[in-house]
């Protein structure tokens, strides 16, 4: 395929079927959340009650490299140095269609949406799924007289993004996007709410000519 700008690839992915300009961080209740601890969780992101409100999605540790005791080279001391724990907010770039399997698995009915762009400025990005037999396969180099893996060469600015793909974890459906570290935000950067419609009442506090918009992810099962 031949290279496009940013203008060109916007306009295929919005011609493109199983592409979303959304990109969406839900709260899972699979985890014995009830749906009033769900609740509490989207009203502290929104620090909805505060009169002076700041809005803040606190991040988790995630990725390979902060479960793995990994080292990797670093240009600056020409060494394998620890890899550290690494923490990030994530997102799920999925369609309407994609969030209905989301909000069924994980058993979500609470989250919030921003533009593509908008995480984009933030500093946010996409996920690198790299498949296990490439990522810890062996090499030598130069001078080396035994082999290290290709996860060792790894920079660390990647770090955060990394998740490892195998029979046992694929996480590649969820076309996933992280922020590094915890991310600020205005009301008026949200695009959707989505919340069961008994908490409409609620979360409209936040509306500002009818936006964001709020929706109730039990909608979906109508399309």
Not at 13 to 20: L, P, V, Y
Not at 128 to 137: R, T, V
Not at 163 to 184: I, Q
Not at 186 to 208: A, G, H, L, N, V
């Amino acid at each position: 395929m031949g290279k496009t700008n940013t203008e060109e690839s916007q306009k295929l992915a919005r011609e493109s079927t199983d592409c979303s300009f959304l990109l969406t961080h839900l709260i899972r209740q699979n985890d014995d959340k009830t749906e009033a601890d769900a609740q509490n969780i989207l009203d502290l992101i929104l620090d909805i009650h505060n009169s002076q409100p700041n809005p803040l999605l606190k991040s988790s540790r995630t990725g390979w490299y902060s479960s793995a005791s990994a080292k990797y080279f670093s240009a600056e001391t020409c060494q394998l140095n620890n890899a550290g724990a690494y923490n990030s907010v994530c997102f799920t770039e999925s369609t309407l269609s994609g969030l209905k399997a989301h909000r069924d698995m994980f058993g979500a009915k609470y989250g919030l949406s921003f533009n593509r762009e908008f995480l984009l400025s933030k500093g946010a990005a996409p996920c690198i799924n790299i498949p296990h037999n490439i990522f810890k396969k062996e090499v030598i180099y130069k001078n080396d007289s035994y082999p290290r893996k290709v996860f060792n060469f790894i920079p660390k600015e990647l770090h955060p993004y990394i998740n490892l793909m195998s029979e046992s974890f694929d996480a590649s459906h969820e076309r996933e996007w992280r922020h590094h570290y915890d991310m600020e935000f205005s009301w008026s950067d949200i695009r959707f709410i989505f919340c069961p419609e008994s908490d409409f009442e609620t979360f409209s506090k936040i509306q500002i000519n009818g936006l964001p918009t709020l929706f109730d992810l039990t909608w979906l099962d109508r399309v």
